[in-house]
């Protein structure tokens, strides 16, 4: 069992800025890539940004809509990504989901994890 738990959410006004975290826990298990989408009410959950373990360290990627605002990084002896949130619009506001791609030991199938969603609202 694996369990991701989000933290760091809640209400900032506009310009304001958070740090999400979010922690996996439980079996032991390799992770590949971890990252972040958000889902609007009555929208579609979008990426939000996403960071990859390679040989020579990390890449990572962005929505154009948060590219310059948002920063994502991991702590992978915690297994822990972040992400750094400055800038916030109202148009931010919704629910962030954390995902990680990874493997539990025993198992030779990869799979996406998520955690429950943490709220984040932007509003003056």
């Known amino acids: 069992q694996v369990q991701l738990v989000e933290s760091g959410g809640g209400l900032v006004q506009p310009g304001g800025s958070l740090r999400l975290s979010c922690a996996a826990s439980?079996?032991?298990?390799?992770?590949?890539?971890m990252g972040w989408y958000r889902q609007a009410p009555g929208k579609q959950r979008e990426l939000v940004a996403t960071i990859t373990s390679v040989s020579s360290g990390y890449n990572t990627n962005y929505a154009d809509s948060v590219k310059g605002r948002f920063t994502i990084s991991r702590d992978s002896a915690k297994k822990t990504v972040y992400l750094q949130m400055n800038s916030l619009k109202p148009d931010d506001t919704a629910v962030y989901f954390c995902q990680m791609f990874m493997r539990l030991y025993g198992s030779a199938d990869w799979k996406y994890y998520w955690g429950q969603g943490i709220q984040v609202t932007v509003s003056s």
């Open positions: 439980g079996s032991m298990f390799s992770i590949n890539t």
